[in-house]
């Protein structure tokens, strides 16, 4: 644990370690400022952490975050980052039963074979053609807005400018995503397999007037131009390795054990008390930035909190000591799971969970997508467990609303864990359990968090992994001209719940810390 300087006042002090703490403080010492890092925990990282979760086994799984797409390589170059990514070469597979027979979609591996794929299981090529043209135009958008985030917000007239393209805009930024979907697709799984992405960590209705789903969507098809999310090599806790690697090399002080409890600030100045388990002392700055929730942030400094945002995901992560077989004989389990592993996810699926789930009932058939990190990336597992072909499996619940649980946290997250589990079973030619591996103790690799799990684990208000719903990528009334800034001049929010917040960034982390050098001040 690294001490402030009692005395000193700091350019800038960062309240909080996780990701995006860690890029505004690598730019800010590299630009020559003094910086000192606020992190609660005994270690850096935030939810963007690798960590072995079970008892005496070698294997460092990405707990919380899993998948790379909105980190721009910028921030990669300009900070000097030791971090690789790794494409995944299969996109998804999606298995489902049809007449009677196991089959399913496999997208990825070369486009003459997804066309073969759409063929088999659609009977023509109309889907996979329509398939095409949406992801085209998605395509293109990313192309255009992708490069915008880390730049002053535009309007949204900018932002429609940027685009370029009106029925791209009306599709993403002006009518439900539902619309589009029904219109321009007609299998109700090819359908199911689009939306997805608009539901992860988002409670929402293909219709919702809202369009948090679009928001939820948008951000999900543009990540570094190309919509593609790619594996972190050595798991998640690389990158954050990585980036506190970079500040301390340029000077910043990260203090771990240390709880910013309260902010002072006049508007040019700031005083962040701070608590150890020695006792309690002050850092003043010029600049505070806080890497928390918007919340936390009020509550720092004394504000009034904004409504917490309900966060809607079941996360569970295991360890295989095999990959279990399908059903669906055509296709290898090595490609099924080295992509997005769909489960009840189609359409009317997604439809019907989501109404069970409003009206305050766990889903019958709950959806969910799963992944395997060590097929892309074995070096997370141990020599040993590597050389006996164990597999890591981490997957995502979708329509979970924090509201479920609340009757009763541990009876609610193993029920829905076991009906989770039951559908997947229903596409395997074995039980999960059979292929489970045992941890140092003889327990079963597997845990399970909710949202209000991580609630209480991370501090994430209502468990939304957002911090709050996903803003728009364009100003509106109060957001400022980065999308950091608060009330208090000399204060600006550098977690997820800024605006172009949300998954592993580092955006807002950037867009403080330019616009603290913007100022000029410090």
């Not at 009518?175 to 929402?204: H, M, S, Y």
């Not at 292929?435 to 845990?447: F, I, K, S």
């Not at 728009?472 to 109060?478: E, R, T, V």
């Amino acid at each position: 644990m690294t001490a402030p300087e009692a005395t000193r006042t700091y350019d800038a002090v960062i309240v909080g370690g996780g990701h995006n703490g860690l890029v505004a403080a690598a730019y800010l010492a590299r630009a020559g400022r003094s910086v000192l890092v606020l992190e609660r925990l005994d270690h850096t990282g935030g939810v963007a952490v690798s960590t072995r979760p079970f008892t005496g086994v070698d294997a460092r799984l990405s707990r919380y975050s899993y998948l790379v797409s909105l980190l721009p390589r910028k921030i990669v170059r300009d900070l000097g980052l030791d971090f690789r990514l790794r494409t995944r070469t299969i996109s998804s597979y999606t298995p489902v039963e049809r007449d009677g027979r196991p089959t399913g979609l496999l997208v990825g591996g070369g486009e003459q074979r997804t066309r073969e794929a759409f063929a088999r299981l659609t009977g023509s090529e109309s889907e996979y053609r329509a398939w095409q043209r949406f992801y085209d135009m998605t395509g293109r958008v990313a192309r255009g807005v992708f490069p915008t985030l880390t730049e002053p917000l535009p309007t949204r007239d900018e932002l429609r400018r940027t685009v370029g393209d009106e029925e791209a805009w009306r599709t993403l930024f002006e009518e439900p995503l539902g619309v589009a979907v029904e219109e321009r697709f007609a299998d109700d799984l090819v359908r199911g397999v689009v939306l997805t992405d608009a539901l992860i960590g988002t409670f929402a209705d293909a219709h919702d007037p809202s369009l948090k789903q679009n928001r939820c969507f948008l951000y999900h098809v543009i990540g570094g131009g190309t919509g593609a999310w790619d594996v972190p090599v050595g798991g998640m806790g690389a990158l954050t390795e990585a980036l506190a690697d970079a500040a301390r090399a340029a000077g910043a002080v990260i203090a771990t054990g240390h709880r910013a409890v309260r902010v002072d600030t006049d508007g040019r100045t700031a005083e962040v008390t701070h608590r150890t388990a020695d006792g309690e002392g002050v850092a003043a700055a010029r600049h505070v930035l806080v890497n928390a929730s918007p919340q936390e942030l009020a509550r720092l400094t004394g504000d009034t909190p904004p409504s917490p945002a309900e966060g809607a995901q079941l996360k569970v992560n295991m360890l295989l000591e095999r990959l279990p077989r399908l059903r669906d004989t055509s296709v290898d389990p090595r490609e099924a799971f080295a992509g997005t592993f769909h489960i009840a996810e189609g359409y009317g699926q997604l439809a019907a969970a989501h109404a069970q789930a409003t009206a305050g009932e766990p889903p019958a058939v709950p959806p969910s997508e799963i992944y395997c990190h060590s097929l892309t990336d074995p070096t997370i597992l141990g020599p040993d467990l590597a050389a006996r072909g164990y597999q890591t499996l981490t997957l995502f619940g979708l329509h979970t609303p924090a509201r479920l649980f609340e009757r009763d946290n541990d009876a609610v997250r193993e029920e829905l864990l076991k009906s989770t589990l039951a559908q997947l079973d229903a596409h395997l030619a074995e039980p999960l359990a059979d292929c489970l591996a045992t941890d140092a103790d003889g327990r079963p690799c597997l845990e399970a968090r909710s949202p209000l799990d991580l609630e209480r684990d991370l501090g994430l208000p209502g468990g939304n992994i957002f911090h709050r719903e996903l803003s728009w990528p364009h100003a509106q009334d109060g957001t400022g001209r980065w999308g950091v800034e608060t009330r208090h001049a000399n204060v600006l929010l550098c977690g997820a719940g800024a605006v172009r917040g949300g998954g592993v960034s580092g955006v807002p982390g950037h867009n403080a810390a330019m616009a603290v050098l913007e100022s000029g001040e410090g």
